[in-house]
């Protein structure tokens, strides 16, 4: 019997070799994110996420807003219906807007879609969680947790960063 020119011994671990470096070539996991829970069938709700959530640094008794990217991955889309938060009396989604003379004001919005396949910015001068008679002080390094409810009965648990502003 011929014995197989050493070239081909060392085809294994030739492609073990190669098998490694394309694994770590291969793209980092993103920012972390947080699933939705507890929606219904076809809601849009079960490939919502959210990433780079923040909240900023604010006195017991104070006011506060929470900041994050919605990222719907699914095929319809996703309503946000309202948020809660252990931290704050009162939690509602405002939008921030400036009117054709030039005043720029908060007001509340009922409810915001994050349409399929998109991503929707929850960011100073735009949409925000308002946080409200705060129950705590929220120290930056902390973090805290704001739940938004979704049309069809799920929600959103965020869990957000305290940032000093």
Known sequence: MRSLPVTFTRVPVLLLVVA???????????PASSPATGAGAGSGVANLSVTDAWVRAAPAGG???AYFQLVNGGGS????TGATSDVAEATSIHETSTDSGGMTGMHHV???TVEAGQ?????????HVM???????????STVTVTLELEGGGTLDVAAEVRAG
């Not at 889309?77 to 946000?80: L, M, P, S, Y």
């Not at 991503?119 to 949409?127: D, H, I, Q, S």
């Not at 946080?131 to 929220?138: A, F, H, M, V």
């Open 131 to 141: 946080l409200e008679r705060l129950t705590e002080d929220l120290v930056a390094g």
């Open 20 to 30: 490694g470096l394309i694994a770590a070539c291969a793209p980092a996991a993103g």
């Open 77 to 80: 889309d996703a309503v946000i």
């Open 110 to 112: 009922p409810t915001v």
């Open 119 to 127: 991503t929707l910015a929850f960011e100073p001068g735009g949409y």
């Open 63 to 65: 006011t506060s807003a």
